[in-house]
């Protein structure tokens, strides 16, 4: 099982993201998949799921200006990212939900958002 982030990169308040995470080594179509962020010398953040039903959901914190979206023919999960503010600094990682846990993990990908 494999994840890896991409689209990470150093922004302006204001401006756009998509990250990507690429899947591979299971049945994407079986699994949710979560977008989680983490601050430095902070905890981690719950920012937005999508689950193989097609349910999806956004932390309040970045509703209405993330979007995730799944792209089952490449088994990738993108989470695009619009009016970025300086609190969605983080480093943003994709993990896999099995129902119980989120078994597998990303590395991460560096979002600063800095003007």
């Known amino acids: 099982v494999q994840l890896a982030e991409s689209g990470g990169d150093l922004v302006q308040p204001g401006e756009s993201l998509r990250l990507s995470c690429a899947a591979s080594g299971f049945t994407f179509s079986s699994y949710g998949i979560e977008w989680i962020r983490q601050v430095p010398g902070k905890g981690l953040e719950w920012v937005s799921a999508s689950y193989s039903d097609d349910r999806i959901f956004y932390a309040d914190s970045v509703k209405g200006r993330f979007t995730i979206s799944r792209d089952k023919h490449k088994n990738t999960v993108n989470l695009q990212m619009n009016s970025l503010k300086i609190e969605d600094t983080a480093v943003y990682y994709c993990?896999?939900?099995?129902?119980?846990?989120?078994?597998?993990w990303g590395q991460g990908t560096q979002v600063i958002v800095s003007s």
């Open positions: 993990a896999r939900w099995d129902g119980w846990s989120y078994d597998y």
